[in-house]
């Protein structure tokens, strides 16, 4: 019997990513007051390089999730085979790293000690991969532990030891591993029994479909590393970075989709995706507001100094917006695909699929978006404008090649699953957020004091964030009949969590 519940799962997964982002600004915080800005930029940037060592790992999360959602015992064979793939990973990184440090001020060092993310990354995808197909509602939580291990441990390192960036790395690390733990202990029956090659086999012949969507991420994130060669500035970095994390917030919502994946693997009804949609926006019209309307004091909260970027968090946030709905459409997309379950299935059967139709339309627009930001940061830097004036031609070049990839998603998915939004209830979520955030946006900049002293301004910001957030779930309690139906939904599932 599956152990997959659409909703429950959703709901567990939301409330998991809702705390993940007070746990992950807090980190941001820790390390943004802690970290000079030339540190915090050098973290991003090695976040960015990280990705490239990590280019097989998709090979084995992709199709462990899929074969373990329909039944097959693959996963004794993938741990074994993610190991090996560690240590090519770290030989590419080597090598990316060796000629890297030859084009910025990093310490070598701190880059050679980053290795260290790369096992523990690995596994904690896979293992994650696998509960995602097995107890999405179970595993969901490593990614908690992973949060809060992760603030504990960047406390330790960075307030009681002082180990600065090295500190930032061990608290990564070790909280994947955490995680890890946390997963396998969930997972462990999935992982017994033999090692079986002609897994490894399938995998390595059709290694191009999980792999081609990952080089378009490989692409997507060149945009740190051209940034940082085109206008050697580590403080642009830091300041993209920082705003990234806030509109992320936005991002979050799509996390009420997290078990439709691995549903329409199993059983293939279209309709779970119908009512997710509408529930997607009921979050992210509001987190949308949300990080609209705090912008400033989120800003001023990780640090003072980075309230110059709140116009380049603006347009972020609609970037994420937009990001939000296009991986809900390309999960359901790649979740009703059956192709890799027929036997006879060619080369051109596997090409034709969405399993490369979906990433290579994502391809296409990351392309558009590195080449357009290299031709305007080559042509911009020699004037000399402010590192905040670049990093907001950066945002906006992230949002106008985004947006026409969403749309062209939505369509194939109206097609394929004959989709009909129901744009009443989204309208009243869309009316709730501006009336409720619109009142805070103004309240806020009348009446908030900006104290440097985080213990006595975020209790006061929170007087302002708590109570809008409230009177936007009342408002819509009040006035949409699927609100109330999401409601009673919740308390459903959350009985039958408990049996």
């Not at 600004?25 to 000079?36: A, D, E, P, Y």
């Not at 509602?137 to 992973?146: A, D, L, N």
């Not at 462990?188 to 378009?216: D, Q, T």
């Not at 110059?308 to 968090?313: K, L, S, Y």
Request: charged share 15%; aromatic share 16%; proline share 4%.
């Amino acid at each position: 019997m599956s152990e997959i519940r659409v909703t429950y799962s959703g709901l567990v997964a939301f409330a998991i990513g809702s705390s993940s982002i007070i746990t992950g600004l807090v980190f941001t915080m820790i390390i943004t007051r802690s970290l000079t800005l030339t540190e915090f930029g050098s973290w991003s940037i090695i976040g960015s390089l990280i990705v490239y060592p990590l280019v097989l790992g998709p090979i084995v999360w992709f199709w462990t999730t899929r074969e373990v959602a329909r039944g097959s015992e693959s996963g004794k064979t993938s741990t074994i085979t993610i190991s090996f793939f560690s240590l090519i990973g770290i030989a590419i990184y080597l090598l990316i790293i060796y000629f890297f440090n030859q084009t910025t001020e990093i310490e070598y060092f701190i880059l050679l000690f980053a290795l260290i993310l790369i096992p523990t990354e690995l596994f904690k995808q896979l293992f994650l991969s696998i509960g995602l197909a097995y107890k999405p509602h179970k595993s969901e939580i490593g990614v908690f532990i992973f949060e809060l291990s992760k603030i504990a441990l960047a406390v330790i390192f960075l307030y009681v030891f002082q180990m600065g960036l090295i500190g930032v790395i061990l608290a990564v690390s070790f909280s994947n591993a955490a995680a890890s733990i946390f997963v396998y202990l969930i997972i462990k029956e999935k992982i017994k029994g033999k090692f079986r090659i002609e897994y490894v086999k399938k995998w390595i012949k059709l290694f191009w479909i999980p792999i081609f969507p990952n080089l378009s991420n490989m692409i997507n994130n060149l945009d740190v590393i051209i940034f940082t060669v085109l206008t050697g500035s580590l403080g642009g970095v830091a300041y993209w970075a920082v705003s990234r994390a806030i509109a992320r917030i936005v991002h979050n919502s799509v996390k009420i989709n997290k078990a439709v994946y691995p549903k329409l693997l199993e059983c293939g009804r279209k309709e779970y995706l119908q009512d997710n949609i509408v529930r997607i926006s009921y979050f992210a019209f509001p987190l949308t507001a949300l990080s609209l309307a705090f912008a400033k004091p989120a800003l001023f909260a990780l640090n003072p100094g980075f309230i110059v970027a709140v116009p380049v968090i603006w347009i972020l946030v609609f970037s994420s917006f937009s990001k939000t709905f296009s991986d809900a459409f390309s999960q359901a997309l790649l979740g009703y695909e059956k192709v890799d379950i027929k036997k006879n299935a060619n080369f051109k059967d596997y090409f034709r699929s969405k399993l490369v139709v979906v990433p290579t339309l994502r391809a296409f627009q990351r392309l558009s978006y590195i080449s357009i930001l290299a031709f305007v940061l080559f042509f911009v830097s020699p004037w000399s404008p402010s590192e905040v004036e670049m990093v907001t031609y950066w945002a906006i070049i992230a949002l106008a090649t985004h947006i026409p990839l969403t749309f062209y998603l939505y369509i194939m998915v109206r097609k394929e699953f004959s989709l009909k939004i129901k744009w009443k209830p989204m309208l009243k979520y869309l009316a709730a957020s501006v009336l409720v955030f619109g009142i805070a946006f103004w309240s806020s900049d009348q009446y908030l004091k900006y104290d440097e002293s985080i213990f006595v301004f975020l209790p006061n910001l929170l007087m302002f964030v708590i109570p809008t957030i409230f009177g936007y779930f009342g408002l819509t309690y009040l006035v949409d009949k699927e609100t109330r139906k999401l409601c009673s939904a919740v308390f459903k599932e959350l009985k039958k969590g408990k049996k």
